[in-house]
């Protein structure tokens, strides 16, 4: 049973973000795709701001405030549940630095999408492209910092797959965002203001992805709600390997000793079948 435990933070985050997405894009198709005052003149497709500025803003400031809220409580919890025992714990400093400067850029990211739903693109251009900029970097800047994290752990805990699948996800995210972010800015300052539309659109909905990696992160506490998770490291392993293996064959050796030394103790020993006197290497009389 999977219970009510951390993992519902991302989860949370994640359908708040995805709802708020489709809720404006939705109502903007709905009303027969009009073009908003803050839209360029040649531009047909609404960026998510444009929208956002309109009546539907409280909707988009309520979305991006839970949705960075919840988030936040994912790095929070991941942090303090591998603290503490209940996630493989990390075993470095460097480690450690790197999961604190993951979550001081995800704070960067928070306030960013915060200022930029309150901040619209109608009323405050300026502001508002600096605070998407604010978003975008900040948390691009804090997955890298966590794929490092946990690129180290996964060196550390080569037995715990969920790491390096959790690895993958979030630099697959890094990579493709940062190629989309590159070409956003490209064709926003190409004035091609519809193709820039789309890849907007594009980036918001692929970190909806992002969001809902951190599941994968934190459902492994539900294991340890009762104990505290003690993992062994690749090297604690293969040293427990070879002092059993050490072990195994000390016992064989005694056993082959005990053996010879059976066979070589006076009175006989035995060899083809036969018992032989040590001393004088005869045949010795037998029952049988």
């Known amino acids: ?5 951390y993992w519902l933070f991302p989860v949370i985050s994640g359908l708040c973000w995805l709802g708020m997405l489709l809720g404006l894009l939705i109502h903007w198709t709905s009303k027969g795709k009009p073009h908003y005052p803050s839209m360029n003149p040649d ?5 998510i701001s444009d929208v956002g500025a309109q009546e539907l803003k409280p909707l988009f400031i309520a979305g991006a405030c839970v949705t960075s809220i919840f988030l ?6 991941e942090r303090w549940l591998r603290h503490s025992g209940r996630l493989v714990k990390n075993t470095t400093t460097i480690e450690k630095v790197l999961s604190g400067l993951s979550l001081v850029f995800a704070a960067i990211g928070t306030a960013g999408l915060i200022l930029l739903s309150i901040f619209d693109t109608l009323r405050h251009p300026r502001l508002h492209d600096v605070f998407l900029l604010l978003f975008i970097a900040g948390y691009v800047i804090s997955a890298v910092f966590i794929c490092w ?5 996964g060196i550390h805990f080569r037995q715990h797959r969920i790491l390096r699948m959790s690895f993958w996800i979030k630099l697959s995210f890094i990579l ?8 956003f800015g490209v064709t926003n300052f190409r004035h091609s203001y519809n193709a820039a539309a789309v890849l907007e659109w594009a980036v918001a909905f692929i ?3 992002y969001v809902f990696s951190f599941f994968v992160d934190l459902l492994p506490a539900v294991r340890t709600k009762h104990h505290r998770f003690a993992p062994q490291t690749e090297m604690q ?6 002092t059993s293996n050490a072990n195994t064959a000390y016992h064989e050796g005694q056993d082959v000793v005990d053996s010879q030394r059976t066979l070589t103790e006076p009175g006989g020993r035995v060899a083809n079948g036969g018992k032989y006197d040590n001393a004088k290497s005869r045949p010795m009389a037998s029952n049988f």
């Open 72 to 77: 936040d409580l994912s790095f929070l919890a």
């Open 176 to 183: 493709v965002e940062v190629i989309l972010a590159i070409a």
């Open 43 to 47: 531009q047909r497709i609404a960026y």
């Open 149 to 153: 994290e946990y690129q180290r752990l």
């Open 207 to 209: 970190f909806t992805l």
């Open 237 to 242: 392993l293969e040293q427990n390997d070879a």
């Open 1 to 5: 049973m999977w219970g009510i435990s």
